[in-house]
Protein backbone atom coordinates (compact mmCIF):
# COMPACT_ATOMS: atom_id res chain seq x y z
CA UNK A 1 0.00 0.00 0.00
CA UNK A 2 1.53 3.17 -0.90
CA UNK A 3 1.06 6.07 1.74
CA UNK A 4 1.84 10.05 1.90
CA UNK A 5 3.27 11.30 4.81
CA UNK A 6 2.35 14.48 6.39
CA UNK A 7 4.94 16.84 8.06
CA UNK A 8 4.20 16.22 11.51
CA UNK A 9 5.14 12.45 11.08
CA UNK A 10 8.61 13.55 9.62
CA UNK A 11 8.80 16.19 12.51
CA UNK A 12 8.05 13.59 15.27
CA UNK A 13 10.39 11.68 13.92
CA UNK A 14 13.17 14.50 15.38
CA UNK A 15 11.60 15.73 18.65
CA UNK A 16 11.82 13.69 21.69
CA UNK A 17 10.04 15.75 23.63
CA UNK A 18 7.19 12.88 22.79
CA UNK A 19 9.87 9.84 22.62
CA UNK A 20 6.80 7.08 21.87
CA UNK A 21 5.63 9.25 18.69
CA UNK A 22 9.74 9.90 18.20
CA UNK A 23 9.78 5.94 18.23
CA UNK A 24 6.71 5.37 15.88
CA UNK A 25 7.79 7.88 13.35
CA UNK A 26 11.27 6.74 13.35
CA UNK A 27 9.53 3.15 12.75
CA UNK A 28 7.39 4.40 10.27
CA UNK A 29 9.97 6.03 8.26
CA UNK A 30 12.33 3.06 8.63
CA UNK A 31 9.80 0.86 7.51
CA UNK A 32 9.14 3.28 4.34
CA UNK A 33 12.81 2.80 3.37
CA UNK A 34 12.72 -1.07 3.70
CA UNK A 35 9.14 -2.67 2.50
CA UNK A 36 6.13 -0.16 2.75
CA UNK A 37 6.30 2.07 -0.47
CA UNK A 38 6.05 6.01 1.11
CA UNK A 39 5.79 9.57 -0.65
CA UNK A 40 6.14 13.11 0.62
CA UNK A 41 4.50 16.02 -0.72
CA UNK A 42 7.39 18.79 -1.65
CA UNK A 43 4.76 20.58 0.92
CA UNK A 44 5.75 18.52 3.98
CA UNK A 45 9.21 18.82 3.29
CA UNK A 46 9.69 22.51 2.82
CA UNK A 47 7.58 22.70 6.50
CA UNK A 48 9.86 20.18 8.22
CA UNK A 49 12.81 22.29 7.78
CA UNK A 50 10.62 25.57 9.06
CA UNK A 51 9.07 23.60 12.04
CA UNK A 52 12.34 21.60 13.31
CA UNK A 53 14.52 24.96 13.02
CA UNK A 54 12.46 27.31 14.56
CA UNK A 55 13.47 28.69 17.96
CA UNK A 56 10.91 26.28 20.99
CA UNK A 57 10.37 28.27 23.97
CA UNK A 58 9.70 25.10 25.64
CA UNK A 59 13.52 23.91 24.68
CA UNK A 60 15.14 27.55 25.87
CA UNK A 61 14.83 29.02 22.36
CA UNK A 62 16.57 26.26 20.83
CA UNK A 63 14.93 24.33 17.78
CA UNK A 64 14.85 21.08 17.37
CA UNK A 65 17.93 21.00 14.84
CA UNK A 66 19.97 23.69 13.47
CA UNK A 67 19.25 25.12 9.99
CA UNK A 68 22.12 23.39 8.56
CA UNK A 69 21.04 19.82 10.35
CA UNK A 70 17.56 20.68 9.08
CA UNK A 71 18.57 21.23 5.56
CA UNK A 72 20.20 18.33 5.76
CA UNK A 73 17.81 15.95 7.05
CA UNK A 74 15.48 17.27 4.73
CA UNK A 75 18.05 16.16 1.64
CA UNK A 76 18.24 12.60 3.26
CA UNK A 77 14.42 12.27 3.52
CA UNK A 78 14.84 13.51 -0.10
CA UNK A 79 16.90 10.70 -1.68
CA UNK A 80 14.94 8.35 0.90
CA UNK A 81 11.69 8.88 -0.65
CA UNK A 82 9.71 9.87 -3.79
CA UNK A 83 8.71 13.78 -3.34
CA UNK A 84 5.50 14.56 -5.12
CA UNK A 85 5.90 18.31 -6.58
CA UNK A 86 2.54 20.28 -7.58
CA UNK A 87 1.37 21.00 -10.55
CA UNK A 88 -2.14 21.88 -12.30
CA UNK A 89 -4.07 18.77 -11.63
CA UNK A 90 -3.20 18.98 -7.65
CA UNK A 91 -3.99 22.31 -7.63
CA UNK A 92 -7.32 21.88 -9.08
CA UNK A 93 -7.95 19.04 -7.27
CA UNK A 94 -6.93 20.33 -4.05
CA UNK A 95 -9.89 23.58 -4.93
CA UNK A 96 -12.49 21.07 -5.00
CA UNK A 97 -11.35 19.18 -2.11
CA UNK A 98 -11.98 22.64 -0.31
CA UNK A 99 -15.25 23.23 -1.78
CA UNK A 100 -16.62 19.32 -1.58
CA UNK A 101 -14.93 18.23 1.87
CA UNK A 102 -14.31 21.91 3.59
CA UNK A 103 -10.86 20.86 3.99
CA UNK A 104 -8.21 23.94 4.68
CA UNK A 105 -6.04 24.67 2.05
CA UNK A 106 -3.02 22.59 2.86
CA UNK A 107 -5.19 19.76 4.22
CA UNK A 108 -6.21 19.78 0.74
CA UNK A 109 -3.52 20.69 -1.02
CA UNK A 110 -1.96 17.13 0.99
CA UNK A 111 -5.07 14.93 0.14
CA UNK A 112 -5.02 16.48 -3.74
CA UNK A 113 -1.23 14.66 -3.50
CA UNK A 114 -2.77 11.48 -2.54
CA UNK A 115 -5.50 11.56 -4.56
CA UNK A 116 -4.04 12.73 -7.83
CA UNK A 117 -1.08 10.19 -7.51
CA UNK A 118 -3.28 7.54 -6.70
CA UNK A 119 -1.77 6.86 -3.18
CA UNK A 120 -3.93 4.85 -0.90
CA UNK A 121 -3.21 6.60 2.35
CA UNK A 122 -2.00 9.82 3.78
CA UNK A 123 -0.47 9.15 7.16
CA UNK A 124 -1.64 12.16 10.01
CA UNK A 125 -2.58 13.18 13.01
CA UNK A 126 -4.58 15.98 11.38
CA UNK A 127 -7.40 14.64 9.90
CA UNK A 128 -9.59 12.37 11.28
CA UNK A 129 -8.55 8.56 11.50
CA UNK A 130 -10.12 6.32 9.34
CA UNK A 131 -12.64 8.82 7.07
CA UNK A 132 -12.48 8.53 3.54
CA UNK A 133 -11.79 11.56 1.24
CA UNK A 134 -12.35 10.40 -2.74
CA UNK A 135 -9.93 7.31 -2.49
CA UNK A 136 -7.40 8.33 -0.57
CA UNK A 137 -7.89 6.87 3.68
CA UNK A 138 -6.36 8.66 6.58
CA UNK A 139 -4.36 6.59 8.98
CA UNK A 140 -3.41 8.44 12.46
CA UNK A 141 0.03 6.29 12.50
CA UNK A 142 0.11 7.29 16.21
CA UNK A 143 -3.54 6.87 16.99
CA UNK A 144 -3.02 3.23 16.03
CA UNK A 145 -0.21 2.41 17.75
CA UNK A 146 -1.04 3.87 20.77
CA UNK A 147 -4.26 1.13 20.28
CA UNK A 148 -2.04 -1.60 20.36
CA UNK A 149 -0.01 -0.66 23.19
CA UNK A 150 -2.38 0.11 25.30
CA UNK A 151 -4.70 -3.30 24.42
CA UNK A 152 -3.94 -5.68 27.42
CA UNK A 153 -4.62 -8.92 28.24
CA UNK A 154 -7.45 -10.09 30.56
CA UNK A 155 -5.80 -10.72 33.89
CA UNK A 156 -8.70 -12.88 34.92
CA UNK A 157 -11.04 -14.71 33.09
CA UNK A 158 -14.41 -15.54 34.32
Known amino acids: MASLVDTNVLVYAYDPR ?57 EELM ?36 EVHGLDEILSEDFEHGRRYGSVRIRDPFLTAADEVHELPALYES
Open 79 to 114: AQFSVLYPDSAVLQTALRGCATYQLSWFDAHLWAYA
Open 18 to 74: SPWKQGEAQRLLRAGIDTEPLALPHQAVLEFVAVVSRPREDLGDRPLLSRADACREA
